[in-house]
């Protein structure tokens, strides 16, 4: 069961980073087309977050890019050099980013501690002025700024990749 504490870890760093956020409350969503019902009234690039392994199971990447877009796993396998790629397991995105299926975020990071992730951002995301992610929690959406969230990311201190998708 997801934790509003996940949620709350998240509002205590983006308040220790001075990052501003608008938050939403919505049902539970798993899916893009469940979160969509829910856009109406909110601004922002929507995002969607894949947590992929590759074929060893030995490279686990983080793909965060806008929700319309599609990430073609073979195209992205080739580009990042991997044999193949594919779902990571509920049990392996508990492991590395200690979230549940349907809160993928990359407000996740805060909890690889060993920066075993690799994040692989969709470059087309630099042209919004707001973006929107889970909290770690599905029951809710966070709007910051662009800027904010490279902020964010910086702070993980997490390689980050910028991927035209």
């Not at 760093?13 to 938050?23: A, S």
């Not at 501690?113 to 692989?120: A, D």
């Not at 700024?145 to 910028?162: A, I, M, P, Q």
Request: glycine share 6%; charged share 25%; proline share 3%.
């Amino acid at each position: 069961m997801m934790s509003k504490d996940n949620a709350q870890k998240v509002y205590e760093i983006l308040e220790r980073l001075e990052i501003t956020c608008v938050r939403h409350q919505h049902p539970p969503v798993f899916t893009v087309e469940q979160a969509e019902k829910h856009w109406k009234n909110i601004t922002g690039a929507h995002c969607k977050n894949l947590f992929l392994r590759n074929k060893k199971g030995n490279h686990h990447y983080l793909v965060i890019l806008e929700a319309s877009k599609q990430a073609e796993l073979r195209t992205l396998t080739k580009r990042l050099g991997e044999d193949r790629l594919s779902f990571a397991s509920p049990e392996r995105l508990m492991r590395f980013l200690g979230l549940e299926a349907g809160s993928v975020s990359p407000f996740g990071l805060i909890n690889d501690r060993q920066k075993q992730v690799k994040v692989i951002v969709d470059s087309g995301l630099k042209e919004a002025d707001l973006v929107n992610f889970h909290p770690n929690i599905n029951t809710e959406t966070v709007g910051i700024t662009y800027f904010d969230f490279e902020k964010f990311l910086s702070w993980t201190g997490h390689n980050v990749r910028y991927v035209h998708f």
